[in-house]
């Protein structure tokens, strides 16, 4: 089984993202997409427990603020390929996580773990009106 889990992003009582390590779905122009994304490497080093965050880009967007603009290493090319593209992948170690990709955005974050009150009021989610892919 591959992709086990899935995160959720809920803004104001409505859920405005869901993503696994291989997909992610948000509700565009509400600055959640960036802290889904950051959620997902803080899920992949602080409860899986890996030592790279590996990743590959769809878009210039994508590769402006994550690849380049969190100095991401790349993985050499074209020896090591995403599997289901050939795109170029990009990494981060957990040292250059817990150093410095964490500490510049741990105030975007949030608080960990969630306290209770936030956690009560986001068991009933409203569904949003559309969520773009």
Known sequence: MR?????IGVLDHELAAIANARLM???RGAGIGAIMYLAKMEH???YLGLDEWWATYESYTGIRYW???LAQHEKPYPE????????RVYFTTKEQWESFVNPKYA????????PEQQLRESETLKAPEK???
């Open 3 to 7: 992709d086990d889990y899935c995160l």
């Open 25 to 27: 779905m948000f509700r």
């Open 44 to 46: 992949a080093f602080d």
């Open 67 to 69: 690849g380049i603009g």
């Open 80 to 87: 090591i390929q995403h599997e289901l593209g050939g795109a």
């Open 107 to 114: 105030a975007r974050m949030g608080q960990r773990p969630v």
């Open 131 to 133: 969520i773009d892919i």
